[in-house]
């Protein structure tokens, strides 16, 4: 179950602040974080080869013979007009994770995050329903309703409070699945725990997180296959410098939706 330093909090009370600082069109990165901060990064979920083998997106485009660069769009860069970038795709192993971060990504990121606040002793993670609907019910069965954290497009998060290091206590124990291990050292040297088969535990990226004192915002959006930082010149910059993170600065006004790759084009499908 959830790891005893984080507490489900009103998450409508700590959030507050988030919504009234959304500022940009749809698939704008600014409709996902805060037009507060001075710069931001989309980290790229990876994917995996025919092997099953992680994979970024920089040498799928380039074994495709297609352009890297901040906008690209998943099904673009392996040549399909299907959204999921299934149909018709050029590439033959698994697409990029929807609305969450390979764990191991995950850590490699707080590790970077925890050196960007004054205050990485009390952070806050947002658990979007949509994803994490199970793990929410747990939490609360243990530990009592909490108000939700409601962002646009029906969005609701229950949203943790605990220090940065809990990241890896977000999860549960089940006896039949193979999980990883909850080792607070994951977060203090960047690795991935190992296995731990007499008390496996099932972690889940958080859909949300940020620091009390608000000086960078990170969203990981249900639909998206990729996660968005909001932050200062010098994290952003660290961001792009951390072994193992696949990631491209952009705009505030960069857009994500379907199609607005336009380095790497595909016919838009048919009506109908």
Same mark, same amino acid.
């Given at each position: 179950?959830?790891?005893?330093? *984080? ?15 959304? @500022? ?13 901060? +001075? ?5 790229? #979920?990876?994917?995996?080869? %025919? ?10 485009? !380039? ?7 901040? &906008? ?30 390979? =764990?191991?990504?995950?850590? !490699? ?5 925890? &050196? ?21 019910? %747990?939490? &609360? ?5 909490? /108000? ?11 949203? *943790? ?11 549960? /124990?089940? /006896?039949?699945?193979?999980?990883? $291990? %909850? $080792?607070? !050292?994951? =977060?203090? $040297? ?17 859909? *949300? ?5 608000? $000086?960078?915002?990170?969203? /990981? ?11 200062? !010149? @010098?994290?952003?910059?660290?961001? =792009?410098?951390?072994?193992?993170? &696949?990631? #491209? ?20 499908? +048919?009506?109908?």
């Amino acid at each position: 179950m959830l790891g005893d330093d *984080l507490k489900a909090v009103d998450g409508f009370e700590v959030g507050a602040w988030i919504e009234p600082a959304l @500022d940009g069109g749809i698939g704008a990165v600014t409709n996902q974080v805060p037009k507060l901060f +001075e710069a931001y990064a989309r980290i790229f #979920h990876p994917a995996r080869d %025919a092997e099953g083998k992680h994979v970024t997106w920089a040498e799928v485009a !380039r074994r495709l013979g297609k352009v890297e660069h901040p &906008e690209m769009q998943w099904h673009q860069i392996v040549g399909t007009s299907d959204t999921f970038g299934i149909k018709g795709s050029s590439w033959s192993g698994n697409t990029p994770n929807l609305g969450e971060m390979e =764990i191991g990504d995950l850590d !490699r990121l707080c590790v970077v995050l925890g &050196e960007h606040t004054a205050d990485p002793a009390h952070c806050y993670f947002g658990l979007c329903e949509i994803n994490l609907h199970p793990l929410v019910n %747990a939490i &609360e069965t243990k530990q009592g309703k909490q /108000s939700r954290l409601e962002l646009p497009l029906g969005r609701d998060h229950l949203v *943790l409070c605990g220090p940065l290091s809990a990241v890896v206590q977000i999860g549960d /124990s089940e /006896s039949s699945a193979v999980g990883w $291990s %909850a $080792s607070p !050292r994951v =977060i203090e $040297s960047g690795e991935r725990a190992e296995h731990d088969f007499s008390d496996s535990f099932w972690r889940d990226a958080p859909n *949300l997180i940020w620091p009390s004192d608000r $000086s960078w915002f990170v969203v /990981s959006e249900v639909d998206f296959d990729s996660t968005l930082v909001g932050g200062s !010149r @010098d994290l952003v910059e660290a961001l =792009i410098a951390s072994p193992g993170l &696949e990631v #491209h600065e952009v705009t505030p006004d960069t857009k994500l939706t379907a199609f607005s790759d336009k380095l790497n084009p595909v016919p838009e499908p +048919e009506d109908g």
